[in-house]
């Protein structure tokens, strides 16, 4: 029998803790618990994806009526409650929470609304019922928390946190960030009838993504109304009499607003965690150090998703968590493959994107081909709209193999997912052209595109 009260504790109940403790019981494990010291659920379906992509959904409307009338509709005057969006957006946060937590106990699993920390390798304090348990395994699941700037006057703002729950849609919006948060945030409330400013440090959005993307999207988000200021950042936020705040940038100029929101990153969620009690060592970001099957430097804790800090997205804690309990509850060692994993971001239009960008294939290849198309999505063939969908294939030069995949367009999240099979499977530019298109679809562009695209500098150098 076991000396410790628990085989395993697993320490956040968010997607990637959850799998991994329900995976474990389905491989044997003998007692498992799980603590989780908000809602179950974690991040993505409490305070993040889900509700964001709920908020994306209402924010699309005000454009899909004026797109209607271009195919015979007559749109009467329209009205938003931002009230009734929230409160619908809460019936639904609190469904698929319940849903969580059952499944968790019809698996076995004990479930415990608590803060844990570490005591030690071994043991668990339990914040709230101040008490402690023991368990054999260990894992830390707990994910990141938004960054909030150190400036003066940073408390005057709110995070993505807590924009999911302000009382009335303000009327004007400052958001500091070029990531997806920011990004998606700033259409949100400027479909839903704020007006928006988005601050960036950078030249253009999107770091970090191909730089057709970042151009396409940064373009888009002016062409719906959003103000984007780059090459500056929040110097710090003055209170105003009349309830506004002013926030000063550093390029000498100031905004007054609303609401201020910070979507500048997250970090990993270790603070008073007790890892150096345990021995649980952290990298220069701050995240928890792990080896490919998880293991942290202690040799009976575990850590994945966003507090490790490899790739923060909901579905590859979700991988990470089953392959940890593979690992050390299903006798077969997994290490999760973080290479070619498909990403979206929900704008308006949204971005869809898979491998590598042209920069880094450019970096690691001798001869990379690109296929790229920009046109009018038919859909808005009867109407002024402007917007432009883009697509682009990466290729190597050498073995015609599809390096990247990247889409800003209507239903580009939906594509880039089909899209990542074929990139995954390492399938060439001609087993992409070998395949029939399905017609009239935007689709239809990823397996018809024949023609090079060169870049200007290299048309001049040739």
Avoid at 5 to 16: M, N
Avoid at 249 to 261: F, I
Wanted: negative net charge.
């Amino acid at each position: 029998m076991s000396n410790y009260d628990y085989d395993l504790f697993v320490i956040g109940a968010g997607s990637g803790g959850v799998r991994a403790a329900r995976m474990a019981k389905q491989h044997g494990a003998g007692k498992v618990a799980i603590a989780e010291e908000y809602r179950f659920g974690g991040t993505c379906v409490i305070r993040g994806c889900v509700p964001k992509k709920l908020l994306v959904y209402a924010s699309e409307f005000s454009k899909t009526f004026k797109l209607a009338e271009g195919y015979g509709w007559t749109v009467g005057e329209t009205e938003f409650s931002w009230q009734k969006l929230i409160a619908a957006k809460d019936n639904e946060i609190d469904r698929l929470s319940g849903i969580y937590e059952r499944n968790l106990n019809n698996s076995g699993v004990d479930t415990i609304e608590d803060r844990a920390v570490l005591e030690d390798a071994h043991t668990i304090r339990l914040i709230k019922s101040d008490r402690t348990v023991t368990a054999d395994k260990i894992l830390i699941a707990v994910g990141g928390t938004p960054f909030v700037p150190d400036i003066e006057g940073a408390e005057l703002g709110i995070t993505s946190n807590e924009a999911f729950h302000l009382e009335e849609l303000p009327k004007h919006v400052v958001i500091a960030g070029g990531g997806y948060i920011a990004c998606e945030f700033a259409q949100i409330f400027a479909g839903l009838g704020s007006e928006v400013c988005q601050v960036y440090r950078g030249e253009t959005v999107l770091r970090g993504f191909d730089d057709d993307i970042r151009s396409t999207v940064h373009e888009e988000l002016v062409r719906s109304g959003v103000r984007v200021v780059t090459h500056t950042v929040f110097e710090k936020i003055e209170q105003l009499e009349d309830g506004r705040k002013r926030v000063h940038l550093d390029n000498g100029h100031h905004v007054d607003t609303d609401v201020v929101m910070y979507a500048i990153g997250r970090n990993p969620y270790v603070a008073d965690l007790g890892l150096d009690k345990a021995g649980v060592e952290l990298d220069e970001a701050g995240a928890i150090k792990v080896d490919a099957y998880s293991k942290t430097s202690a040799d009976n804790i575990y850590a994945v998703g966003d507090v490790t800090n490899r790739v923060n997205l909901t579905p590859v804690a979700i991988r990470e968590g089953a392959a940890f309990a593979q690992t050390v509850f299903g006798g077969q060692p997994l290490a999760y493959d973080h290479d070619d994993i498909a990403s979206a971001v929900f704008t308006q239009p949204p971005a869809g994107s898979v491998g590598l960008s042209e920069a880094q294939a450019r970096k690691s290849f001798d001869k990379v081909d690109i296929y790229k198309t920009s046109f009018r999505p038919m859909k808005q063939s009867f109407s002024n709209d402007a917007s432009r969908m883009m697509m682009k294939l990466v290729v190597d030069g050498e073995t015609d193999r599809v390096l990247g995949v990247h889409i800003v367009g209507p239903d580009a999240p939906e594509m880039i997912q089909l899209a990542g099979i074929a990139v995954k499977a390492k399938l060439t530019k001609a087993q992409f052209d070998a395949a029939c298109a399905v017609h009239p679809t935007s689709a239809e562009e990823l397996v018809t595109m024949k023609e090079k695209w060169t870049p200007p500098e290299l048309k001049a150098a040739e």
